[in-house]
Every structure is written in structure tokens, then in C-alpha cells.
């Protein structure tokens, strides 16, 4: 069976330390990949998505970038971090499955820039 | 861009009714997913619907389509105090690059009282 995984689980950083949060998948081969970030009480709004070893897209400008170093593997990170990054990071993962992609969640990073 | 909008955005009902919640959307679709967030984890996908259904169950489940009005419904039939959580539509779209992704809601935020 399938699993995602992220971590860390929650993170304290300091305005302009630099972050990376992990998130792998087990279980199933390219992957489409996806980061989300989601403001407390919100909806989620979709930060990069990869459909390949690496090949990332953006979909809003920001201060964050993705890498996905191998099939199963992708990274969220950031040189600088500012106040307005903190939330919740989620990771997630579809199969291309005839235009219906269901897409499986990871448990997520609460970040929080002091 | 902002394509499900969930209806209302918090509901709060006594333990055993039942519980609906509405999705409207803006664009022609192939399915509607609906997924579950409790505090602070991950999205559970909980079913999708293609768009020449009109109707789909599962357990305690049952979800609408209308294609026509561009909307959806989520009824959880006899609640229970664990159905408390964040409910939230997605509906697939298409990245720059043609890649299919999914956009989400702001969700409705659901509260059983025991």
C-alpha cells in the first residue's frame, strides 16, 4: 500500500533562517507531487506541483521553493524565511488515472516564523 | 483562482441529525472530489464523483452533482461526535503545463455536539 510521509511534524523558525521540509512517498511510482499551504481556518492553496524528477511548477509567486531530487522525494524549502510563511505545509500525491486524481495527503508541517 | 465554495462555512448540530453541506463551482468539471480535514492533519479523501453521476453513496455518505446549477452536496446521515471536522470540495483543473490538479474550497467547518 501506499504512504506519504512529511516531517518534520512542527517547526519554530526565526525571521530569515532557512527551511526545508521533506515529504516522501512509498508504495507507487511517478507520483505527481503537490505542496500546499494552508492559513489557519482556510482552504488550501497549491504552492508547486511536479510531475517528474525535476520538473517543478509554480503556481504563486513567493519566497519558497520546491526541488524533487528523486521520483518519490519532494522538498519544500526556503533561503530567507518571512513572517508570512508560517502555516500549514502539506504534501500530497496522485496517480494520473484517466483524469480522476484522487489525491492522498501526508499528516503536514505546522510552521511558525517568529 | 478560487473554484468550490463550500456552503456554510461552519455548522454545528446536535449528534444523531444529519448534516449537509454545498459546493458550488464555476467551471464545466469531470468529478468532484469532497475530503475531510480534522484539526491540525491531513486531507482524507472521502469520494469523488464523475460528472455523469448524479448521485453517490458511501456508508454514512451520500453526495449530489448537479451539473446544470454547478453544485454539489455532502449529507452525513445520523452524525456522530468523530464526524466533527473540516469538510472541504475539490475540483480538478489544468495547469499551465496541462497537468491536472485539484482546487479546493474554503470548507465548511462541521460540529457534532454529544
Known sequence: SQTIHQWPATLVQPVGSPLSLECTVEGTSNPNLYWYRQAAGRGLQLLFYSVGIGQISSEVPQNLSASRPQDRQFILSSKKLLLSDSGFYLCAWSAEAGGHNEQFFGPGTRLTVL | ?114
Open chain 2, 1 to 114: 483562482s478560487q473554484q468550490g465554495e463550500e456552503d456554510p462555512q461552519a455548522l454545528s448540530i446536535q449528534e444523531g441529525e444529519n448534516a449537509t453541506m454545498n459546493c458550488s463551482y464555476k467551471t464545466s468539471i469531470n468529478n468532484l472530489q469532497w475530503y475531510r480535514q480534522n484539526s491540525g492533519r491531513g486531507l482524507v479523501h472521502l469520494i469523488l464523483i464523475r460528472s455523469n453521476e448524479r448521485e453517490k453513496h458511501s456508508g454514512r455518505l451520500r453526495v449530489t452533482l448537479d451539473t446544470s446549477k454547478k453544485s454539489s452536496s455532502l449529507l452525513i446521515t445520523a452524525s456522530r461526535a468523530a464526524d466533527t471536522a473540516s469538510y472541504f470540495c475539490a475540483t480538478p483543473s489544468y495547469t499551465l503545463q496541462g497537468a491536472q490538479k485539484l482546487v479546493f474550497g474554503q470548507g465548511t467547518r462541521l460540529t457534532i455536539n454529544p
